[in-house]
């Protein structure tokens, strides 16, 4: 009678565990047909092409596919790939310079590190270590990189985002203006471009600051109502000597090569603070840099082709569709990613480290970066990268559900006709179902 009544309890007990997971795959699926509907439907995806993936890292399987097959432009959604790249190649520090001291005198070379004198990164050690060096000489990099990506719109030259890829930056390779309540120029840093400035008596043209296309001569109209701007620097050897004796204060022989290999290599600031700040403000400057950088490393020359090819024999092999992958920032539009090979690379990402370290680096919804003002709510549930350029706009990341599970996503939509907004609330709403359902 005892194992008779043991027996029927554990029967009992299977079949309302069965129920359950019977009713919980049920109510899955039926959301599931639900997104499908809604990414089908929805009036705001008919004006464009849209993709979605939604991944379960724990159970390994694909929970929504929608397009996700398909190609598209990801803009800023590139940053992640790069991101992956620094996290395998560049270690905990940034590598700033590679020298040796040959009797009294410093010889180095830059390596393409962002971070000396950029007033949004920390405080580098390359300042410290010239300034109390000498005498400096400067020996020319193997640099085979044009100042713009492929694929980049030329007529942003002028516009901070397009900053020009180089060797050794300095200030973050742009010129700061600060302007007083009256429109009158109050500060330009660097210093040593205010002599290269004309002052325009009216102009109907915007920008009311723009730079000549190859020089670093500023035209700035009287009219400007600026109260900050950020210009590219034109770059060549002349503009950055000019600029490190400057900063220095003392004088810097240009050379080819070195008597002797520059075997020795200062490191500057934490890795993470670069990948930070080029993750939260989508720093094009920042991304295109730190390929050069793993290029350099690889092969002792400054490539982005270099970095990018070996990222792709060596660590990206297995995603499931090749990616179109030309730059570092996602400025240009020959790169092409496919949801679900965005949801790959960001399972790569997460096994890289600790969640709460990669929350901390990603932009999250209604907290911080550029996800600030989007996907509000009262705990942050998405941590995720925009990217965003005319006409397309990508959101790739992670999603936490209100359940306590945490998944991989990827939405992607190109050459839409409406307003982003429109396409940001349809998404939201989206999110918001696999948050509160699954």
């Not at 008779?4 to 997971?21: D, H």
């Not at 596919?65 to 959604?77: H, I």
């Not at 950055?240 to 080819?256: F, G, N, R, W, Y």
């Amino acid at each position: 009678m005892v194992i008779k009544n043991l027996l029927s309890r554990n029967f009992y007990r299977f079949f309302i565990v069965t129920l359950a997971i019977l009713f919980s795959s049920c109510a899955s699926q039926k959301f599931r047909k639900n997104i499908k509907t809604e990414l089908k439907e929805a009036p705001e995806f008919q004006h464009g092409f849209v993709g979605f993936a939604l991944y379960d890292p724990a159970s390994k399987k694909m929970l929504v596919e929608y397009n996700a097959q398909k190609y598209f432009t990801p803009a800023s959604n590139t940053k992640l790939f790069t991101f992956f790249t620094g996290l395998k190649m560049l270690g905990d520090s940034i590598p700033a310079l590679k020298y040796k001291k040959i009797s009294d005198t410093l010889y180095f070379k830059g390596t393409g590190d962002p971070s000396f004198l950029n007033p949004d990164l920390p405080d580098s050690k390359v300042y410290r270590f010239l300034k109390q060096n000498g005498p400096l000489v400067y020996v020319l990099p193997n640099y085979k990189e044009t100042y713009l990506g492929p694929g980049w719109a030329w007529d942003d030259y002028n516009d901070y985002y397009s900053a020009e890829r180089n060797d050794f930056p300095v200030y973050g390779s742009l010129v700061h203006f600060k302007f007083d309540k009256t429109g009158k120029l109050q500060k330009i840093s660097p210093e040593i471009f205010k002599d290269s400035i004309s002052f325009l008596a009216s102009s109907e043209e915007k920008p009311l600051i723009k730079r000549a296309l190859q020089s670093n001569h500023f035209d700035i109209s009287l009219k400007n109502e600026e109260k900050e701007k950020w210009i590219p620097i034109k770059y060549s050897e002349k503009t950055l000597m000019d600029l490190l004796s400057d900063t220095l204060s003392k004088p810097i022989t240009v050379k080819q090569e070195a008597p002797e290999k520059l075997d020795q290599t200062l490191y500057s600031i934490p890795s993470d603070s670069l990948y930070k700040q080029m993750l939260h403000v989508s720093d094009n400057f920042i991304a295109e840099q730190i390929l050069l950088m793993v290029s350099d490393k690889i092969s002792d020359s400054l490539k982005t082709e270099i970095a990018i090819d070996y990222m792709k024999k060596n660590y990206l092999k297995d995603l499931p569709d090749e990616p179109i992958w030309v730059d570092g920032s996602g400025l240009s539009r020959y790169n092409l990613f496919t949801p679900r090979t965005m949801v790959a690379l960001l399972e790569k990402i997460k096994n890289e480290m600790p969640e709460e370290k990669l929350y901390d680096l990603l932009p999250s919804g209604g907290v911080s970066g550029t996800l600030k003002n989007y996907y509000k709510a009262e705990e942050p549930y998405i941590y995720a990268k925009t990217g965003s350029m005319s006409n397309n706009h990508s959101l790739s990341g992670y999603l936490i559900t209100k359940s306590g599970k945490t998944f991989i996503f990827s939405f992607m939509n190109s050459n839409f006709t409406i307003p982003s907004s429109s396409l940001k609330k349809e998404m939201a709403k989206i999110l918001e179902m696999v948050r509160d359902n699954f």
